[in-house]
């Protein structure tokens, strides 16, 4: 089985600009969450889906942000007009809520954006 | 609200000797887990062990184990006979069934020395 991945693993745009990063959780979990880490923090929880629905988002997470997991399968996050201060790694992890891992969540390599 | 304190920015420990890292944690529940994970530079964030507090044992995985007090809401991670390896940044995290975001503490920096 693989593991969680993300795509771009490196992203650099200028201020202003869209930007999409994409997720591929293992493929029998039904949970994934997106977080945000920046240098030397922990990461920070922005939001979670349950199978294509969207059950919780972060004050972090400002209007500009959307998240999407159509047919539950991967997601995408969308960060719209970005600025400086979006600047981080976002971090994609999956999880199951039975068996003998359940809870432990698993993270994807991340991507890392940078705003110029 | 959740927290998790991890007391100590940055450790280091000789290769081969044992190292432990600290972790406490509020909560009002009765119900979660914890979780350690490390975090090597650039790269991946991997789950090193978890412990259930329903559970009087403490975890063990290899080298790597906990002692799980849950009176005091602590948590800490005991590296043995360390390794270059084992250098990274590890985070100690909380997570609650019915609250299931992981919190996650600051963190640690680990430096390994030969």
């Known amino acids: 089985d693989t593991g969680v991945s993300q795509d771009p693993r490196h992203k650099i745009t200028k201020r202003g600009q869209n930007v999409t990063f994409r997720c591929d959780p293992i493929s029998e979990h039904n949970r994934l969450y997106w977080y945000r880490q920046t240098l030397g923090q922990g990461p920070e929880f922005l939001t979670y889906?349950?199978?294509?629905?969207?059950?919780?988002k972060s004050r972090l997470l400002s209007d500009r942000f959307s998240a999407e997991r159509p047919k539950g399968s991967f997601s995408t996050l969308e960060i719209q007009r970005t600025e400086q201060g979006d600047s981080a790694m976002y971090l994609c992890a999956s999880t199951r809520l039975w068996g003998r891992h359940s809870y432990e969540q698993y993270f994807g390599p991340g991507t890392r954006l940078t705003v110029t | 609200a959740q927290t998790v304190t991890q007391s100590q920015p940055e450790m280091s420990v000789q290769e081969a000797e044992t190292v432990t890292l600290s972790c406490t944690y509020d909560t009002s529940e009765s119900d979660y887990y914890l979780f350690w994970y490390k975090q090597p530079p650039s790269r991946q964030m991997i789950l090193v062990i978890r412990q259930e507090a329903y559970k009087q044992q403490n975890a063990t995985e290899n080298r790597f184990s906990v002692n799980f007090q849950k009176a005091a809401k602590s948590f800490s991670l005991k590296i043995s006979d360390s390794q270059l390896g084992d250098a990274a940044m590890y985070f100690c995290a909380y997570i609650t069934p019915g609250n299931t975001p992981l919190v996650f503490g600051k963190g640690t920096r680990l430096s390994v020395i030969a």
């Open positions: 889906f349950q199978n294509e629905a969207q059950l919780e």
